[in-house]
């Protein structure tokens, strides 16, 4: 049973135009909340974060967004460019654990 | 400026066969981890560490051994691979916003 769902495998966006990227969590338990963006043939990046008690986080071109009663996370990316094609991963942190749980991906591709 | 480096990048093991996956950093992160990337699962934790002689069981631990003697090695031992244990293999130092991964280790178990 996947604690962290990233439903959709995929998405395309136009360059300059805003990205979304969405992740679901069932635990009630995850006190932290991040994104990694991953290239092929290297390990995953540290993208933004965000803490269960804060509702969103914005790191210049990025922001992520935390709706806890809904139990659901998105990633902005606005505006879109082509080195932002990569696969992006939600995680979530159990509280008083060191543990992160991850979602499954979703490959984002940003057309020039 | 190193990071964390994994060895080997690459490796095909027969069935039965025993192996060690290598990782180091050079940060003086205290925390490092193991895990395992499979197509449609993500990433999934095997082991961690705290620290220096002190490891704890992931997600997945079942099949692999780690041990802790210094700061900056973390190997990951395969006792005996299966084939279910192909993927690829990813140690990380430090934790949340402050994790570096390596660049993975492929494993393949025929």
């Known amino acids: 049973d996947q604690q962290v769902k990233q439903n959709s495998p995929s998405l395309s966006v136009q360059e300059g135009r805003i990205s979304i990227l969405n992740c679901d969590y069932t635990n009630s338990m995850f006190d932290y909340f991040l994104w990694y963006k991953k290239y092929p043939a290297e390990g995953p990046t540290f993208l933004i974060s965000i803490s269960s008690i804060k509702d969103k986080n914005e790191d210049g071109r990025f922001t992520v967004f935390l709706n806890k009663s809904a139990k659901h996370l998105s990633l902005h990316i606005v505006p879109s460019q082509p080195g932002d094609s990569a696969v992006y991963f939600c995680a979530a942190r159990l509280g008083g654990s060191e543990k992160l749980v991850f979602g499954k991906g979703m490959k984002l591709t940003v057309n020039p | 400026n190193a990071g964390v480096t994994q060895t080997p990048k690459f490796q095909v093991l027969k069935t039965g066969q025993s192996m060690t996956l290598q990782c180091a950093q050079d940060?003086?992160?205290?925390?490092m981890s193991w895990y395992r990337q499979d197509p449609g699962m993500g990433l999934r934790l095997i082991h961690y560490s705290v620290g220096a002689g002190i490891t704890d069981q992931g997600e997945v631990p079942n099949g692999y051994n780690v041990s802790r003697s210094t700061t900056e090695d973390f190997p990951l031992r395969l006792l005996s691979a299966a084939p279910s244990q192909t993927s690829v293999y990813f140690c990380?130092?430090?934790?949340?916003?402050?994790?570096?991964f390596g660049q993975g280790t492929r494993l393949t178990v025929v």
């Open positions: 990380a130092s430090g934790r949340d916003s402050e994790a570096f």
């Open positions: 940060m003086n992160h205290e925390y």
